[in-house]
């Protein structure tokens, strides 16, 4: 019988918020590829193809993705997002045998999965500067001895990835909703879960995150060039364009850089690396960007300085529009986190010319007059500010 895996992809991921509103946290573009498919990309290198995917919030977007791929998928839906082990039991009538369990928003390479899909009962750990936004792994001689969710102190750096090999036995551990309880049920009743390392796994807790995850994706792309490039533009680097991209004369790219398709690129801009691009983008000319993550159908104005940001879906930045990486302290679903980033700004945003961001996160459908600062400021959806 062939290995399974099962992803969970029903969550909304909140504190990435404004970029989940309309989006599941597994659907958000990394390198012009949703999350969740690089998980798949991984799977699918170990040979295992028979996969389901547990959805629920904005199900609908995650299922017409998943059907449009070569793989094909058992979608199950989770109606109600109580937890992480809900959403699995969602998917025990579909599991046979041995499977592996997944979280569809962060990025796991294959080698890792090599390691652990054989082995009964083990789990993949990493060390991670903020040990406090996930479930912290302490060992004893290469098993897990304990698991604390979330602990406001942690004792150690190791954490887990969320990403186990199973047996189908393990349906008779779960308690309550929650994986974390039920893996630690499962090791108090006797049975060892085995620990192993994973080389390259990330999950973006915040939504300035995705900038590293989009670094690290890009580190590692194929050049191309589908679209029409001017004599005067200079690449330089790892640069991909998508078919129907035009990029004008005196432009200078320098890679890595993917850019999707229909997207138009002025005259004498600047696009630094680490830069990724959605399809039908347009960047107006003397424009210079780096280190930033556009959503599709976004419209970036004339002489501006756009660096460190995400920026979503319909935006609309007007000329002379300033962003740049500042450290502060920002409010996040009830808490201060610290932070540093440019801005990130959700989906349908408008921009008044001569705006200035810094560590500000502007939320959906808002706008922003013109010659206005946000500043680590976190301003809701729907907003105006004048």
């Known amino acids: 019988m062939s290995m399974q895996a099962v992803i969970l992809a029903a969550g909304e991921g909140v504190r990435v918020r404004p ?12 390198a012009n590829r949703p999350i969740i498919e690089y998980v798949i990309d991984s799977l699918v290198k170990n040979g295992i193809r028979d996969i389901v995917v547990v959805v629920g919030y904005r199900k609908e977007q995650v299922t017409r993705f998943l059907n449009q791929l070569d793989v094909s998928i058992d979608v199950v839906v989770q109606d109600k997002q109580l937890g992480t082990a809900h959403a699995l039991q969602c998917a025990e009538s579909k599991i046979h045998g041995d499977f592996l369990l997944l979280p569809g928003d962060n990025y796991i390479d294959p080698q890792s999965l090599g390691r652990i899909k054989g082995i009964h009962n083990a789990v993949l750990v990493k060390e991670h500067s903020n040990p406090s936004n996930f479930g912290v792994v302490l060992l004893k001689d290469g098993y897990v001895s304990s698991i604390i969710e979330k602990p406001a102190h942690a004792p150690s750096f190791l954490v887990s990835t969320g990403i186990y090999s199973l047996t189908k036995d393990f349906f008779s551990h779960i308690k309550g909703n929650n994986m974390t309880d039920s893996v630690s049920a499962m090791i108090q009743n006797g049975v060892p879960v085995r620990a192993l390392a994973a080389d390259d796994w990330e999950d973006a807790i915040f939504a300035w995150d995705l900038l590293k995850m989009n670094r690290r994706r890009l580190s590692n792309l194929t050049a191309g060039r589908n679209g029409t490039v001017s004599r005067q533009t200079t690449i330089v680097g790892a640069v991909s364009i998508g078919k129907g991209s035009i990029i004008g004369p005196n432009t200078v790219i320098t890679g890595p850089v993917i850019i999707g398709e229909d997207c138009t690129i002025g005259s004498n801009c600047c696009i630094m690396p680490n830069t990724s691009i959605g399809s039908r983008v347009s960047i107006e000319p003397f424009t210079l960007i780096g280190n930033i993550l556009v959503m599709d159908d976004t419209v970036i104005g004339s002489h501006s300085r756009i660096v460190d940001a995400v920026i979503g879906e319909r935006c609309t930045l007007a000329d002379h529009t300033s962003c740049s990486k500042a450290r502060g302290l920002l409010e ?13 700004l959700g989906d349908n945003v408008i921009s008044g010319p001569f705006t200035r961001y810094q560590n500000g996160i502007v939320g959906n459908n808002s706008k922003v007059e013109g010659n206005e600062s946000v500043i680590s400021r976190n301003i809701p959806d729907g907003s105006m500010v004048i």
């Open 332 to 344: 996040v679903e009830g808490g201060l986190i610290r932070s540093e980033f440019g801005a990130i």
């Open 19 to 30: 970029l989940t509103k309309s989006r599941p946290k597994a659907m958000i573009p990394v």
